[in-house]
């Protein structure tokens, strides 16, 4: 079984702020790991993926996220957040098969003020 | 190239009514999936298409809904009678590619269902 956990379900920074939002995951097989970012009114879209290659993964944006094994996490990180960040953000699992459901957290708002 | 299209964005209907949205995912995919968010939850997978075929529907809450993928391009999912707890965002994605590939799910808009 899988599962994902998204410690907060609301994070504001500041303009120009480091952005972390954070992702803990549980899988009983190597994890595909995604994240998605939704901005309002718009479908998911693909932030970045780790599929078991490098363990610190760059995404558009200016995001990135690390894969960390021992602590079962894959935490979003942006060193200087941008007004247009503000959106919701997604973090999901999947298995390395391929082509199987991902399974969600429940999502992190994140708001930018300036 | 056109991404993964849903129709329509918003349906608001009654206890008690049906419901049918409407996927296109983006041409040649052979994967198509939905999800649903209820308020405040997760985004839950309901089923999984490989052209026009179930390949797992497991997470179909009841017999209420009923999901069809006419000749492996476009899918329909219905909601008969639809009930206060349907209310919620129903995802579409799609994927290109067989099993035993990593292939990203690229989602649509949504459709948000209330039921009164």
């Known amino acids: 079984a899988q599962s994902v956990t998204q410690l907060g379900s609301h994070v504001s920074v500041s303009e120009g702020a480091l952005v972390l939002l954070r992702c803990n995951y549980s899988?009983?097989?190597?994890?595909?790991l995604f994240w998605y970012v939704q901005y309002p009114n718009q479908g998911l879209q693909l932030l970045l993926k780790?599929?078991?290659?490098?363990?610190l993964v760059k995404g558009i944006n200016g995001f990135e996220a690390e894969f960390k094994k021992s602590e079962t996490s894959f935490h979003l990180t942006k060193p200087s957040a941008h007004m247009s960040d503000a959106a919701e953000y997604f973090c999901?699992?999947?298995?390395?098969?391929?082509?199987?459901?991902?399974?969600f957290g429940k999502g992190t708002r994140l708001s930018v003020i300036a | 190239e056109a991404g993964v299209t849903q129709f329509p964005s918003h349906s608001v209907i009654e206890k008690g009514q049906t419901v049918t949205l409407r996927c296109d995912p983006i041409?040649?995919?052979?994967?198509l999936y939905w999800y649903r968010r209820v308020m405040g939850k997760e985004i839950k997978f309901l089923l999984h298409?490989?052209?026009?075929?179930?390949?797992?529907e497991s997470g179909m809450p009841n017999n209420r809904f009923l999901a069809e993928r006419t000749g492996g391009t476009y899918s329909t999912l219905k909601v008969q009678p639809a009930e206060l707890e349907d209310s919620g965002v129903y995802f579409c994605?799609?994927?290109?590619?067989?099993?035993?590939?990593?292939?990203?799910?690229?989602f649509g808009p949504g459709t948000r269902l209330l039921v009164l």
């Open positions: 994605a799609s994927s290109q590619g067989e099993a035993f590939t990593e292939e990203t799910q690229y």
């Open positions: 899988s009983s097989v190597p994890p595909y």
């Open positions: 780790y599929t078991s290659a490098a363990t």
């Open positions: 999901a699992v999947g298995k390395p098969r391929g082509n199987t459901p991902l399974v």
């Open positions: 041409s040649g995919h052979d994967n």
């Open positions: 298409f490989v052209k026009e075929s179930k390949q797992d």
